[in-house]
């Protein structure tokens, strides 16, 4: 079998999967697309490890790593979507603003924040 079939196979793999990063805008199938992306990473190892006709199997070993690797990338990024879809009530990467403290959806500070440190201390009311 030729390299050339296997490696136009993992770059359309890939484009497709970069295409998929690019242009969607909910968080699970961002995390597809990278997993196809990683796919096509490990045919194009395996592809050349059969190639090369490697005796230690490196591209084999490298693409058991790349599973691993993308088995708890998977795990992490479900629980860190499946948090911000809890919290915000979206999973749209677009409306997905900073989340440090004092910011809210529309990205600016936060005025109930500072309601409370203008507060009158005598009658409690905002001045």
């Given at each position: 079998m030729h390299l050339a079939y296997p490696a136009v196979l993992?770059?359309?793999l890939f484009c497709?999967?970069?295409?998929?990063?690019?242009a969607r805008r909910n968080a699970i199938l961002v995390l597809?697309?990278?997993?196809l992306m990683l796919n096509a990473v490990n045919l194009n190892l395996v592809a050349f490890d059969v190639w090369l006709r490697d005796s230690l199997h490196a591209g084999q070993a490298l693409?058991?790593?790349?599973?691993?690797?993308?088995?708890?990338?998977?795990?992490?990024g479900l629980a860190i979507v499946l948090m911000v879809y809890r919290n915000?009530?979206?999973?749209?990467v677009d409306r997905l603003?900073?989340?440090?403290?004092?910011?809210?959806?529309d990205?600016?500070?936060?005025?109930?924040?500072?309601?409370?440190?203008?507060a009158n201390?005598?009658?409690g009311a905002a001045s």
């Amino acid at each position: 079998m030729h390299l050339a079939y296997p490696a136009v196979l993992a770059a359309l793999l890939f484009c497709t999967g970069l295409y998929g990063v690019l242009a969607r805008r909910n968080a699970i199938l961002v995390l597809m697309s990278v997993e196809l992306m990683l796919n096509a990473v490990n045919l194009n190892l395996v592809a050349f490890d059969v190639w090369l006709r490697d005796s230690l199997h490196a591209g084999q070993a490298l693409t058991l790593f790349t599973i691993a690797i993308a088995a708890a990338e998977i795990g992490i990024g479900l629980a860190i979507v499946l948090m911000v879809y809890r919290n915000r009530g979206t999973a749209d990467v677009d409306r997905l603003r900073d989340t440090a403290e004092g910011h809210e959806q529309d990205g600016g500070p936060s005025d109930s924040a500072y309601s409370a440190d203008s507060a009158n201390p005598a009658t409690g009311a905002a001045s």
